[in-house]
Structure formats: C-alpha cells, structure tokens
C-alpha cells in the first residue's frame, strides 16, 4: 500500500501525518531521552525524590538542621540542637518545635542575678511558663525557672508548638547554654534515693537513714471505725503506747452471779460462738459465815482451771497478769461451791479473742 504525496522527511504533526507500517522483521530501534536519567547517574549519582503535600514541595527534615516550616516530613531519630549565649536580659533560643516532642536543655553559666525561665507558646506572641524535670530529680516536680543553676539537664513534654528561654535579672557576666528538640517523645527518667545499707547493731544511725515515725500524742485522738487505717501513737520521747493484753472495746464485765445455797455449776460467762473468752480476773465475796472452795471451768462439766478457799465472811481474788487462755471456743465459763453455803458473790474481767 501506498500513499500519494508521499509524506515529506523530517516531524509533522498528528494531523499531517500518515500511518507508518513497521515491518515484522525490524531491528531494534534506538530510542533517546532527553532531560532524563541516564545509566551512568542511575548507577552512581544520587537520586533526589520529591515528597508533595499536593499543593507545593514539602521540606524534608533531616537530623540536625533547623526547619520553620510545619508542613515538613519527620525523618525518625531526628534533633534539633540550638545554643544560646547572651549578656543581657532577653529571649533567647527561640524555635518553631511544632515538628518536635520533647526538649532538653541545659544551662551552662549563669551571669549575675541571671534567672532562665522555660516558655512556651502557641501563637508565638503569648507565652507561658512550663516545668521541666532535672535528672537529678527524686521526684515529679520540675521546674519553671532557673536562678544560679547550672550543669544540670532538664528536659519534659513539648505541649506548644513555640519554645524560648527568657533570660531575666542579668546584671554581668554571661548566660550560655544549650538546647535540644526531639521527635522522640518525652520519657522522664528521675534518680531514686539512696537505701542505706543495714548497719551492725549499736552503730550510728546512716545519714541516709528512714526513721519509723508515730504520732506523738498527749491526749486521745478521735476514734476510727474498724477497718480504717491509723497511726501509731507514741508519748513525747518516741514510746510507743502499748495496752495491756487488749484494746479496751474487747474487754468486758463479768455480770455479778450469785451463788445461793447451792453445790450446783452455774454459767458465770455465757459463749460466744467462734470466740475465746480469756479470763483477766475474779473477785469473790463470801457474805456467809461458812467458809467454802470455788471451782471454776472453762466449758461446762469440763476441767477445773481455777479454784479458791473463801473463808467465812472473807474477799478474795486474783488479776491475771497474763489473760487465762480458755482451751476451746465458743464455750461457757462456769463456777461450782464445793459446800452449800448462804451467798457467794462473784465478778470480774474477762477478754474477747480469736
């Protein structure tokens, strides 16, 4: 097939051009590229990419230069190091940190009367004070400003996107430090206090030494219901306040039983159930003019644990400095006369336990 006019030599346009029959046993045809790359700076040079936000390039932040731009792209690991140095009172260190975490810094020298305080700001016009941490701290409690301080890293959170230090009250000298942005986040770090070693006994208390402490009291503080938590009371030497074998609410009355005429074991304290009922102490009165033995038993019918010869017309009694374990709980106290005789009174102290 062919065409009439023939098509001239050279380029045409779409239009002015006619179909072009490549032949099926064609070589290879060389191809060139104007502008692009080449195989030598394929191989060798170094390729640049272009990262948009779809409006305009965005800057790429790389470690350790400085960028204002908050459209640029975070490489990891990546810090901004700003020093400052000034003589007189004046914000200094200023950055745009909307593309960083976290700051640290550290003031090197401190002019005369010179105070740094940490700022940050969200519009770049209002700015406010924050806390930063020194690593050397025991505790949560940073701080705001610094007054003759130096050689101490601080560091915190960046919760706005401008920083600036304010150097304030320099009278000579110099103020010199250095700060440091990061993408990483803020991760406190604080010293914990030194734990003394133990000591031999009779040795000098460590310095770093944690006393036991209790309250030191003259008078009765308000009760506590049961369950709640209290102190340690102690008089004014540091003595702690012991009661003698229980609190006062568990140790109860014997209620007055009298014995009349009789030979018969009588209950003298009634059971409680799951509950040890621990004898403190007994009075007996024999208001007849026979003498007789008492017996008491700490279950009923059980063994004798206790037993007095009350003459006639006598008092006699006993105050345990150590309370009468009862053997078994939930068991009666109960008290016997060997001999019938006109009256036996009997009272006396007694603990709840468990």
């Known amino acids: 097939m062919s065409y009439n006019p023939q098509n001239p030599n050279g380029q045409a346009t779409s239009a002015n051009s006619a179909p072009v029959v490549i032949a099926s046993d064609q070589s290879t045809l060389p191809v060139s590229l104007s502008g692009g790359a080449t195989s030598a700076n394929q ?3 170094t390729q640049q990419t272009q990262i948009t936000d779809g409006t305009n390039i965005a800057n790429v932040l790389s470690p350790g230069t400085a960028n204002s731009n908050g459209n640029a792209v975070l490489v990891a690991n990546t810090n901004q190091t700003v020093t400052f140095s000034t003589t007189t009172a004046q914000a200094v260190a200023s950055t745009d940190a909307g593309n960083y975490r976290s700051v640290s810094l550290v003031v ?12 940050q700001s969200l519009d770049n016009v209002n700015w406010y004070s924050i806390a930063l941490l020194a690593s050397t701290s025991t505790g949560a409690t940073g701080s705001s400003t610094l007054t003759g301080t130096t050689g101490i890293i601080y560091s915190g959170p960046l919760v706005g ?14 103020t010199a430090g250095v700060v440091v942005f990061s993408t990483l986040p803020y991760n406190p770090v604080t010293t914990v206090a030194a734990v003394s070693t133990p000591n ?15 309250n030191a009291a003259t008078a009765l503080p308000t009760a506590s219901s049961a369950g709640s938590l209290t102190g340690l009371m102690s008089d004014k030497f540091g003595r702690q306040v012991v009661l003698s074998n229980a609190q006062r609410d568990l140790v109860l009355p014997i209620t007055q039983l009298t014995l009349t005429s009789t030979t018969t074991e009588t ?3 009634s059971s409680v159930a799951s509950t040890y009922l621990d004898l403190v102490s007994l009075v007996i009165i024999n208001t007849s003019s026979t003498p007789t033995q008492v017996d008491f038993r700490d279950s009923t019918a059980g063994t004798v644990r206790l037993s007095f010869y009350i003459p006639a017309g006598d008092t006699r009694g006993i105050a345990l400095p150590v309370p009468m374990p009862q053997n078994t709980s939930a068991n009666n106290w109960t008290a016997k006369c060997g001999t019938s005789v006109a009256s036996i009174i009997i ?6 336990n468990k």
Do not use: E, H, K
Request: charged share 5%; net charge positive; proline share 2%.
């Open 161 to 174: 996107r401008y920083f600036r230090l304010n150097v304030s009250g320099i009278t000579a000298g110099t």
């Open 43 to 45: 191989t060798n040079g």
């Open 267 to 269: 209950t003298l304290i």
């Open 108 to 119: 090197t020298s401190q002019g005369s009367s010179s105070s740094v305080a940490f700022q």
């Open 200 to 214: 031999a006994t009779g040795s000098a208390v460590p310095t770093t030494g944690f006393y036991q402490g209790a």
């Open 347 to 352: 009272t006396g102290t007694y603990i709840t």
